[in-house]
């Protein structure tokens, strides 16, 4: 029977085709699935979203990476302009009333990857992080325009207030208290994103909102 390769012998759990049958493997991937899930397993530490959009990855991407796109495809976030510090904008999440929102956008052009660092209050830790990739759907899919892939991860900020201090008031809601709903909320970001690029593409449009005709310079 092989075994497994040395560098692999004294750690526990690794399952490998090499010690253990493929039926096997196959049978105990079957009782794996489950016909539902909790919430918290689904969802507990991660918050992975994803969705098809039919417009060009590099049209896509370069909406993301505009600071005022997130005034138009997100639910709250409003407002942002530059502050002293290089790269980092200050705007306001209307979702809770008076809170800043703090805003570093994070771009790799040949990866088309892009990191949302951000945090409300402060601006000096932006631990609120929000993953994002465009994926060209023509090479994952076989068909023309984007697959946006949005990652959340449950920082243990979202927990307690790091900078209570710094809140509005005592009474103000934290974000963190709205973890269970993150993949509920951003579903509806994600689809207006979505909605918003399709159309532009569609109709010949520009693409990003200060482009439009009519709009504010």
């Not at 530490?45 to 005022?68: A, G, N, T, W």
Request: net charge negative.
């Amino acid at each position: 029977m092989a075994t497994l390769p040395p560098q692999l012998a004294d750690i526990p759990g690794i399952v490998h085709c090499e010690i253990t049958p493929p039926e096997q493997l196959i049978q105990d991937a079957r009782e794996m699935q489950k016909d539902a899930y909790p919430h918290d397993e689904m969802f507990g530490d991660f918050c992975p979203i994803q969705s098809y959009i039919d417009c060009p990855p590099e049209d896509v991407f370069r909406y993301l990476c505009d600071v005022k796109s997130l005034e138009e495809y997100t639910v709250s976030t409003r407002d942002f302009e530059p502050t002293d510090v290089p790269g980092v904008y200050l705007g306001r999440d209307i979702i809770v009333p008076d809170t800043k929102i703090y805003m570093r956008l994070v771009a790799s052009a040949e990866a088309m990857t892009l990191d949302y660092h951000c945090a409300w209050d402060q601006g000096d830790d932006l631990w609120m992080r929000y993953f994002f990739r465009v994926l060209p759907a023509e090479e994952v899919l076989g068909k023309p325009g984007s697959v946006v892939t949005w990652i959340n991860c449950h920082h243990q900020n979202y927990d307690k207030n790091p900078y209570p201090e710094l809140a509005p008031n005592s009474e103000r809601p934290w974000v963190g208290d709205l973890w269970d709903m993150f993949y509920a909320g951003h579903m509806i970001e994600l689809t207006n994103l979505k909605r918003i690029l399709e159309y532009r593409h569609a109709n010949g449009l520009p693409i990003l909102g200060s482009e439009q005709p009519g709009a504010a310079e």
